[in-house]
T-cell receptor, first 116, second 112 residues
Framework: NAGVTQTPKFRVLKTGQSMTLLCAQD?????MYWYRQDPGMGLRLIHY???????AKGEVPDGYNVSRLKKQNFLLGLESAAPSQTSVYFC???????????????FGPGTRLTVL | KQEVTQIPAALSVPEGENLVLNCSFT??????LQWFRQDPGKGLTSLLL?????REQTSGRLNASLDKSSGRSTLYIAASQPGDSATYLC???????????FGTGTRLKVLA
């Protein structure tokens, strides 16, 4: 099993350009998440999905859109990139969380994005 | 507000030392707490997960404890090695509202 994979691994954009980050998981997880990681800020949740066809806003959703057309894929889009979106983006997935269950979250390797 | 704090932000120790990393949280209504390791430029690797009803978990030289009454978790590393050098993050899964909240991490350096 590949676990959680992300493409691309690195990308450089100019201000105003658009791009899509792809996350795929092969563990049949219901939940998928997109985070960004910035120095001194820790990981912050951008958007998440609780199942195919559903999305929800996280802590820092502005400037991003997401889609989950298939259970195994979760796409993160930047319509008009800004320098403030320079960051490392992580995708994660998990089963539906339940009380007293092993609600482990699995992470992809990350995408390092620079917006000039 | 649900906040997670990790102190110290950085730690440097000689090889062989036993050490404790701390994670403090303000809201104890959690499903579970997960400790991760992150190497420079890499993703997050899960180390240990403690369910809300548990007090501790152990894996090899690692032991994680959870005390919800005091809002604290500790990650104990025995006989530290240079290969343990990394950033250690704790993350809490809350169910009201549902979300993971991460600490900012402790950057550990073990000197040979």
């Amino acid at each position: 099993n590949a676990g959680v994979t992300q493409t691309p691994k690195f990308r450089v954009l100019k201000t105003g350009q658009s791009m899509t980050l792809l996350c795929a998981q092969d563990m049949n997880h219901e939940y998928m998440y997109w985070y960004r990681q910035d120095p001194g800020m820790g990981l912050r949740l951008i958007h998440y999905s609780v199942g195919e066809g559903t999305t929800a806003k996280g802590e820092v959703p502005d400037g991003y859109n997401v889609s989950r057309l298939k259970k195994q894929n979760f796409l993160l889009g930047l319509e008009s990139a800004a320098p403030s979106q320079t960051s490392v983006y992580f995708c994660a997935s998990s089963y539906f969380p339940r009380a007293d269950s092993y609600n482990e979250q699995f992470f992809g390797p990350g995408t390092r994005l620079t917006v000039l | 507000k649900q906040e997670v704090t990790q102190i110290p932000a950085a730690l440097s120790v000689p090889e062989g030392e036993n050490l404790v990393l701390n994670c403090s949280f303000t809201d104890s209504a959690i499903y579970n707490l997960q400790w991760f390791r992150q190497d420079p430029g890499k993703g997050l690797t899960s180390l240990l997960l403690i369910q809300s009803s548990q007090r501790e978990q152990t894996s090899g030289r690692l032991n994680a404890s959870l005390d919800k009454s005091s809002g604290r978790s500790t990650l104990y590393i025995a006989a530290s090695q240079p290969g343990d050098s990394a950033t250690y993050l704790c993350a809490l899964l809350y169910h009201v509202p549902y979300k993971y909240i991460f600490g900012t991490g402790t950057r550990l350096k073990v000197l040979a």
